[in-house]
């Protein structure tokens, strides 16, 4: 039998990251944004913090949408809401997907929009990143190649006609034989 | 040894910290080996789940 739940169960910090497309636009043309609020305060928790980013390209599509923005909330609710809030979050069309994160009690806040956009900037403006570090490679040995017999060797020329009535007369005539 | 960066207790990696992540990752999407990375072995395991949850959220791709 399940137990009911702890009515004076204190809250929990969660994260909550979003990803919306570009223009997210709801059911009945309200902001998410109450929409949000409103499920959040059903939920029995507030939100803390909010880091809303730019419009960014995605890694791959999702829902359609190659580009999206991404807003990360900092939340605090009871544990045994954060199911009612999340199905809250799947029913939202306007939310492409989300991820929800349980964080240990005085983990800081930090928002990455702001690093995000600065390396945007950075990279617009074509600054480079720091260099990698080489790759660490053996370094190439020449081999010698093998005279194989496939290779041709050096032809002499023909001996001209008259050096070789020379050479015949030479060898007939026996002068540089050593008897 | 990476110092460890404030946004999760306990963890050298967040994935939302998208700049960072992406020079642990090769152009096909993969996440670099370990030597590569000169990461301990805490570090590498951050670092993938980091990873895992970037791609989830379309900030990194899956596969090239």
Partial sequence: MPSPPVESEPAHLYECALLLPPDPQTQDGQSLWSHVDQLVLECEGRIAERDEWGKCGLAYRVGGYSEGKYVVLRLEIPSHKVREFTEGLKLERAVLRHLLLRLPLGTPFVRYSEKFRQWQESRARGLEEAPREPVRRRPAVKRERYPTSRVPAERKAPLQQQELTQKLDQLLSGEDLKL | ?64
Wanted: proline share 8%.
């Fill in chain 2, 1 to 64: 040894m990476v110092p460890p960066s404030p946004p999760t207790l306990g963890s050298s990696f967040d994935y939302k910290d998208y700049p960072r992540l992406r020079r642990y990752v090769d152009y096909f999407g993969n996440i670099r080996k370990r030597r590569a990375n000169k990461l301990s072995l805490k570090e590498q395991k951050d670092l993938r789940r980091a990873v895992e949850r970037a791609r989830y959220l379309g900030m990194l791709a899956y596969r090239k």
